[in-house]
């Protein structure tokens, strides 16, 4: 059974900045890409960032330029820096990851932006 737990949510002021982070645990063989989604309240689930195993990134037009996605395979941890974060920001992130050929995802950490 793998699990994926973030970490690193909260309320910040507007300007401000956030790291999330995620990490993977159980029996892993092998992570392929991994990725942070969002879901604002009444609004469909959205892609953010993925990174491919190998450190190969996309971004939502939304987010480039402010946030900034990266993992460390040893750790089994993707992180998402977010800088110049906006009202609009404000969401349930999830982490994503395809683990052993499976798709995984976590719970979700709130993040919220209001002076």
């Known amino acids: 059974q793998v699990e994926l737990v973030e970490s690193g949510g909260g309320l910040v002021q507007p300007g401000g900045s956030l790291r999330l982070s995620c990490t993977a645990s159980g029996r892993i063989f092998l992570t392929d890409a991994m990725a942070w989604y969002r879901q604002a309240p009444e609004k469909q689930r959205e892609l953010v960032a993925t990174i491919t195993r190998g450190g190969n990134t996309n971004y939502a037009d939304s987010v480039k330029g402010r946030f900034t996605i990266s993992r460390d395979n040893a750790k089994n941890t993707v992180y998402l820096q977010m800088n110049s974060l906006k009202p609009e920001d404000t969401a349930v992130y999830y982490c994503?990851?395809?683990?052993?050929?499976?798709?995984?995802w976590g719970r979700g950490t709130q993040v919220t932006v209001s002076s």
């Open positions: 994503y990851a395809r683990i052993n050929g499976i798709n995984y």
